[in-house]
């Protein structure tokens, strides 16, 4: 089992970056795919980025794709997801997830999901 805790979210200016943390406890992080969505209000989960369980592959929604960065550490069991030329459209709630199976770009792919952390980008 997979316990999931993000941080690192905050109010930043448009252009401006962050870095979010995922902590993982559980042994099996290293077997695990990870992945971050992210959810506004009133929208669905959107998919952000998935990360293989080496780290050797990534994937990336089109809406991001250039400007987030996901990675991982599997000795220290993080996962990060570092976000450049941020935009008031990357406002959300910002969750991370974990699955024994292949990365996924759908949420019903995860079994465990973080609490999420709150992203505000100010135009």
């Known amino acids: 089992q997979v316990q999931l805790v993000e941080s690192g979210g905050g109010l930043v200016q448009a252009g401006g970056s962050l870095r979010l943390t995922c902590a993982a406890s559980?042994?099996?992080?290293?077997?695990?795919?990870m992945g971050w969505f992210r959810q506004a209000p009133g929208k669905e989960r959107e998919f952000v980025a998935t990360?293989?369980?080496?780290?050797?592959?990534?994937h990336y929604a089109d809406s991001v794709k250039g400007r987030f960065t996901i990675s991982r550490d599997n000795a220290k069991t993080i996962s990060y997801l570092q976000m450049n030329s941020l935009k008031p459209e990357d406002t959300a709630v910002y969750l991370c997830?974990?699955?024994?199976?292949?990365?996924?770009?759908?949420?019903?792919?995860?079994?465990?999901w973080g609490q999420g952390t709150k992203v505000t980008v100010s135009s």
């Open positions: 997830a974990a699955t024994s199976g292949f990365p996924a770009t759908v949420p019903s792919e995860y079994r465990y």
């Open positions: 559980g042994r099996t992080f290293s077997g695990a795919a």
């Open positions: 990360i293989t369980r080496s780290g050797g592959l990534t």
